[in-house]
């Protein structure tokens, strides 16, 4: 068994038990930061030791459906140049490079959010094309979390905006997409 680490964000109702209900739950392996006297957005981060990355994190979803709380996501860590360079042991100007196309095969993934000052790229993607591109020591395990989170996350979206929809128009929009 491997431990992953992710977060996943929740709304929880109002109530002192709502901790103690999703420890019960399974997620004693979690740190849940959360109001109870408000109740409303909360961020739990789990270390979960399992098989593979998609087994934490669905496990870790469906014990928090079952304890009442809505999962509205997972994180997408999203990281600065900087950041880049610090989680692969490389300078800021070679991440830098990267991100321009002087230093590396090209193709870099483009910011996720376009700041005028520090922009900010999508964990998942970059440790993809790092991986992909041999440019870093990359363990599997974490290109294998930063994809899963990464998806999760966009099916969890995909989920809370169908609902939107009148139940043939999902089911319509669901056929197209198989």
Not at 20 to 28: C, I, N, R
Not at 30 to 44: I, N, Q
Not at 47 to 70: K, L, N, P
Not at 75 to 92: H, K, M, Q, Y
Request: glycine fraction near 8%; charged fraction near 25%.
């Amino acid at each position: 068994m491997t431990a992953y680490s992710f977060e996943l964000h929740f709304t929880a109702p109002i109530g002192e038990e709502t901790i103690d209900v999703l420890y019960e739950a399974g997620w004693d392996d979690a740190t849940v930061s959360l109001d109870p006297v408000t109740g409303g957005p909360g961020v739990a981060a789990f270390d979960r030791e399992a098989s593979t990355a998609v087994e934490a994190i669905a496990s870790a979803i469906s014990q928090g459906r079952a304890a009442g709380v809505e999962v509205t996501g997972v994180s997408e860590d999203l990281v600065t140049l900087g950041e880049i360079a610090e989680r692969t042991g490389r300078t800021f100007a070679t991440a830098d490079h990267w991100s321009v196309g002087r230093r590396g095969p090209g193709g870099f993934p483009a910011p996720k959010v376009r700041r005028p000052r520090v922009s900010l790229w999508s964990w998942a993607e970059v440790v993809t094309w790092l991986h992909d591109n041999h440019l870093a020591e990359i363990s599997p395990m974490e290109v294998e979390i930063a994809r899963v989170c990464e998806i999760a996350d966009s099916l969890i979206r995909a989920h809370r905006l169908q609902r939107r929809l009148p139940v043939e128009d999902r089911e319509l929009l669901c056929h197209a997409m198989i």
